[in-house]
C-alpha cells in the first residue's frame, strides 16, 4: 500500500481531473439534453424527428467512438482544442440523449390534464412546458439523472486513453512505473471513483424515497 501513500498527489491530480469531466460534462449535457427533450414533445415535426435521431445515433454509438471522433478526426479538420476540451465535448454529447430520456419521462408520467388546462388558459407550447410541465417533471427526474451522472463519472475513465490525465491515465502510469503493486493501485484508482459515485448513489436513493413519500 505503499506505493499509494507515496503517489497521493498524483491520485489527487487525477481525482481532479475527473471530477472536472464530470461537473463540465454534466452541466453541458444537461442543457442539450432539456432542448433535446423539449424537442422530443414539441408539436414541430421536424423538431421531433431531429431529437429522435439525435437520440439513437448518439445513444448507440459506443463512448469510445465518439471520443475518437472528438479527439482524433476534429484536430485532422482543423478544429484546435486541448484534449481535456474535446473530452468535455464527448462526455456532454455522449450524455446528453440519457438525459434527455430521462426528462421525457418525467414530462410524460405529469397527467396530460395539466398541459390542457394551462392551453386552456391561453399558455403557448413554451409556456406551458417551463411554467407548468417542467416544474413537476423535474421532481420525478432528479433520481435518474443522478444515476445518469454516475455513469457519466465512470464514463470519464475513458478520456484516460485520449491524452486525458484523469484517474485511469493516472493508474495506466503508476501501473507501468510500479508493475509489483498493480492490485494497490488499482485499489486506489478505484476507491477515488467511489468518492464521487457513492455520495451520488446515496442521494438518489434520498430523493426517490422523499418523492415516492411525496406521492
Known amino acids: ?14 481525482f ?6 464530470t461537473v463540465v460534462g454534466g452541466v453541458f449535457a444537461t442543457l442539450i439534453g432539456i432542448v433535446i427533450a423539449i424537442f422530443r414533445i414539441s408539436p414541430v415535426a421536424s423538431l421531433r424527428g431531429f431529437a429522435t435521431v439525435y437520440t439513437e445515433i448518439v445513444r448507440c454509438t459506443p463512448l469510445t ?12 479538420l482543423g478544429v484546435d482544442f486541448p484534449y481535456l476540451a474535446f473530452a468535455f465535448i464527448a462526455l456532454s454529447v455522449y450524455t446528453s440523449p440519457f438525459v434527455a430520456e430521462a426528462l421525457r419521462s418525467g414530462i410524460n408520467g405529469v397527467a396530460l390534464g395539466q398541459a390542457e388546462a394551462a392551453r386552456s388558459l391561453g399558455l403557448g407550447f413554451g409556456q406551458t412546458v417551463g411554467f407548468v410541465v417542467f416544474p413537476q417533471a423535474i421532481r420525478m427526474t432528479i433520481p435518474p439523472l443522478i444515476n445518469v451522472f454516475i455513469a457519466l463519472t465512470k464514463n470519464t475513465s475513458i478520456a484516460g486513453a485520449f491524452y486525458v490525465t484523469e484517474l485511469f491515465g493516472v493508474g495506466r502510469a503508476l501501473v507501468n512505473a510500479n508493475g509489483n503493486a498493480v492490485i494497490a493501485i488499482l485499489l486506489g484508482v478505484a476507491f477515488f471513483y467511489l468518492v464521487i459515485t457513492v455520495p451520488l448513489g446515496q442521494i438518489a436513493a434520498h430523493l426517490e424515497r422523499k418523492v415516492a413519500v411525496t406521492r
Request: proline fraction near 6%; aromatic fraction near 18%; hydrophobic fraction near 65%.
Open 16 to 21: 481532479l481531473v475527473t471530477l472536472q469531466l
Open 1 to 14: 500500500m505503499q506505493v499509494i501513500f507515496d503517489n497521493l498527489p498524483v491520485y489527487w491530480t487525477g
Open 65 to 76: 467512438l465518439v471520443f475518437f471522433f472528438c479527439a482524433i478526426v476534429l484536430p485532422i
